[in-house]
């Protein structure tokens, strides 16, 4: 059954509903899809068992982290492609020998 149909049978609050419809779209279906409804029970379920994290000090921080790896990655790509460099430079001296 589908979002629209089926939900608002169960849950009678429309704030509860409108928090919901969007989860249905992180399953790759629309609110009119077959098994919607389905799909956004299992997704109430997970989050109400497991919990949703936040971040400590709001969710830019996720993107400060996320910069910061990415940026540390970038050094050592960095510096591994010189050492690769330098090594693929000395190999034809090598290969003479």
């Known amino acids: 059954m589908s979002f ?3 939900l608002p049978d169960l849950f ?3 704030a509860l509903l409108a928090n919901l419809a969007p989860w249905v779209l992180h399953s790759d279906l629309s ?4 098994l919607s409804s389905t799909m956004d029970k299992v997704t109430a ?3 109400e ?3 949703l994290p936040l971040v400590k000090g709001g969710s830019y921080k996720i ?3 996320l910069k910061s790896i990415m940026g540390n ?3 050592i790509f960095k510096l591994l492609k010189k050492k690769l460099v330098r090594l693929l430079l000395s ?4 290969l003479k020998r």
């Open 4 to 6: 629209h149909t089926d």
């Open 12 to 14: 009678v609050s429309k």
């Open 31 to 34: 609110a009119e899809s077959p």
């Open 45 to 47: 379920t997970s989050v």
């Open 49 to 51: 068992m497991a919990g």
């Open 63 to 65: 993107v400060e982290a």
């Open 73 to 75: 990655a970038t050094l």
């Open 91 to 94: 190999l034809p001296r090598f």
